[in-house]
């Protein structure tokens, strides 16, 4: 078992709809839960952390974390075309960070 | 844009050919860490520099390489290549604070083993 799965998609979603991104982990020692968001041929970039569970929000993002099922989410609100991308789930661990697949998202027009 | 640079942007080898590849770290970083990100998965950690020491490692063969330089720039040399080795490789660099925001990725550089 992988220590962060994620399910690859692809995602295909009108403009306007709510996504939801999801990724599961086996460690229970992990602490922080980070995503990520990566534009085709450029580095991933950080949209937002949670530490421990509860929700954190940023304006259109919501990150979510419930450690009892070892699993984490983020929301989308009113996407957008500009939020194609795909979309990386991470935990850090010691000195790397460990990263799901990834979730490529198309919000068409 | 963060202030990590690479280079080459892509560059295309033969199998048992060697590869070096380039990264500038963000000013006021003093450590790099080498991912590995193959078409539809995620990234996955080669190995970490800090001071021009190795720091970690992931599960990479040997013949994954790095050097870190005092101006803290970094190389990742991977000698005898395979097909496998095909993907996008980034760098990150980050400061010691330990805060977990403040690892930058750099744009990659695109490797075709053929």
């Known amino acids: 078992q992988k220590e962060v799965e994620q399910d690859p998609g692809p995602l295909s979603v009108p403009e306007g709809a709510i996504v939801s991104l999801n990724c599961t982990y086996s460690?229970?020692?992990?602490?922080?839960f980070m995503w990520y968001r990566q534009y085709s041929r450029k580095g991933p970039e950080l949209l937002m952390y949670?530490?421990?569970?509860g929700n954190k929000e940023d304006g259109r993002f919501t990150a979510q974390v419930d450690k009892s099922s070892k699993y984490i989410s983020l929301f989308i609100r009113d996407s957008q075309p500009s939020d194609s991308a795909t979309y990386l789930c991470?935990?850090?661990?010691?000195?790397?960070?460990?990263f799901g697949a990834g979730t490529r998202l198309t919000v068409k027009p | 844009e963060t202030g990590v640079t690479q280079s080459p942007t892509h560059l295309i080898k033969t199998r048992g050919q060697q590869v070096t590849l380039r990264c500038s770290s963000q000013?006021?970083?003093?450590?790099v860490s080498w991912y590995q990100q193959a078409l539809g998965q995620g990234p996955q950690f080669i190995f970490q520099?800090?001071?021009?020491?190795?720091?970690g490692r992931g599960n990479f063969p040997p013949r994954f390489s790095g050097l870190q330089f005092p101006n803290y720039s970094s190389e990742l040399n991977v000698n005898a290549l395979e097909l496998d080795d095909s993907a996008l490789y980034l760098c990150?660099?980050?400061?010691?604070?330990?805060?977990?925001?403040?690892?930058?990725f750099g744009p990659g550089t695109r490797l075709t083993v053929t």
């Open positions: 990150a660099s980050s400061s010691t604070s330990g805060r977990v925001d403040e690892q930058y």
């Open positions: 460690n229970s020692a992990f602490q922080y």
């Open positions: 949670t530490y421990s569970s």
């Open positions: 991470a935990i850090p661990n010691n000195n790397d960070m460990r």
């Open positions: 000013s006021g970083h003093n450590t």
């Open positions: 520099y800090y001071r021009e020491e190795e720091n």
